[in-house]
């Protein structure tokens, strides 16, 4: 076995990608992987242990290991020097059983495989939409505001029944809180929407109708304030993600023809091709775990108090799970990638990602068969913050007219 579990040494590796590869995990990043799987980090004198898990193995285990804990306030931060706050009510990422166990029951019948594939209709009409509005608009186009961003925001309106009068200005204020750079704007939009969810939530109380919203708050035992902060939880899991997802993918495809052409041409391979692209582009590229007893690891010791910090995506880039895991292949069987998570946080929601993407990339390609970037590749402003989801903050694309 590899004595390089073993190293001492904290390491500060950098999480900017290289330029040139803007789809890859960041070179120092991978580069652990292959070295320390685990790998302590280097914090201040008198911290917890911070550790890197880049090991696809590693990071699986840890996910569905109950000692390692999703809970905010058991997550160390080196750059505040103290633990992160709890999370606000109804926030699922940041809870541990039972509480995460009673909110998981009341969704977890919202969300399965039939009823997601029920939407499938509805995520088809959207997407034409779009298609429709961008062929009007005519060239050329910032994908994300066109096409990648409305539907998932939509989705969205459909599931928590955002009424009809109230769709433009849902849809301009989760624009802001996605594309956003100054943090004063992203903030005003957040409170905007964390206050109309929760005026939408009790009057669906008051008057339930055929959605999501209305079935938890009359089914379930939620507080106002939980109910409020589902609605903003659920928000927050299904836009950015899924939109990221949207305009990222695409741009994974502009980059790379031969790809392209075989989902364009095969709209078959969609299910597959989601997958791979989940897979290789893993936008939700970091997590953190607290851990909550001395615990082994690989082969490092770990303390309660702990903090572990997990690479997705470079787990979902690791050779030993995935042959050739850099390049990306449509008609890989991508089963076992960890985009979604994995064990009981795994994410409620990804049927219906599924579901919008398996329709959308497709359905874009067709229309547009000419589709390709407006801008040289390295042009396109991509989101490099480590805290957002990862992504573009626009994608201009061109196409012949037909």
Request: proline share 8%.
């Amino acid at each position: 076995m590899s004595n390089t579990y073993y190293r001492d040494e904290p390491v500060s590796p950098s999480l900017d990608r290289a330029p040139a590869c803007p789809f890859d995990p960041a070179p120092e990043v991978t580069a652990l992987r292959a070295e320390q799987p685990i790998a302590r980090l280097a914090a201040p004198e008198g911290s917890p242990g911070v550790w890197l898990v880049t090991g696809y193995g590693l990071v699986r285990q840890i996910l569905a290991d109950p000692r390692f804990s999703s809970r905010y306030e058991t997550h160390y931060y080196p750059q505040m020097g103290g633990y992160l706050p709890p999370a606000p009510a109804g926030d699922l990422t940041g809870m541990d059983a039972p509480q995460h166990t009673r909110f998981r029951k009341l969704l977890a019948g919202k969300f399965t495989v039939r009823r997601m594939n029920l939407l499938t209709e509805r995520v088809t009409e959207i997407t034409r939409e779009r298609l429709d509005a961008m062929e009007r608009q005519g060239p050329p186009a910032d994908l994300v505001e066109v096409f990648a961003q409305p539907i998932p925001a939509l989705m969205i309106c459909e599931l928590l029944g955002v009424p009809y009068e109230d769709r433009e200005q849902f849809q301009t204020a989760t624009r802001t809180l996605s594309d956003a750079v100054e943090p004063e704007a992203q903030y005003t939009a957040f409170i905007e929407l964390g206050d109309y969810l929760r005026t939408l939530a009790l009057a669906k109380r008051a008057n339930p109708t055929d959605d999501l919203l209305s079935d938890l708050a009359t089914a379930g035992d939620l507080t106002d304030e939980e109910l409020g902060g589902v609605a903003a939880f659920l928000l927050g899991a299904g836009l950015d993600t899924t939109a990221n997802m949207l305009a990222l993918g695409t741009f994974a495809l502009l980059r790379d023809p031969a790809q392209l052409a075989a989902l364009r041409d095969d709209p078959g391979l969609a299910a597959g091709a989601v997958e791979e692209l989940l897979r290789h582009l893993s936008i939700a590229a970091m997590g953190m775990r607290g851990v909550l007893e001395d615990v082994e690891l690989g082969d490092r010791q770990l303390k309660a108090g702990d903090t572990v910090i997990i690479a997705l995506n470079a787990a979902n880039r690791d050779p030993a799970k995935f042959s050739d895991p850099d390049v990306l292949d449509l008609r890989r069987s991508a089963t076992g990638h960890l985009a979604f998570g994995h064990g009981v946080h795994q994410c409620l929601g990804q049927q219906l990602a599924r579901v919008e993407m398996r329709v959308a990339f497709p359905a874009l390609l067709t229309r547009f068969p000419t589709l390709r970037l407006a801008v040289p590749a390295e042009e396109v402003p991509l989101r490099t913050d480590p805290s957002q989801i990862y992504g573009v903050r626009n994608l201009p694309v061109t196409w012949d007219r037909g």
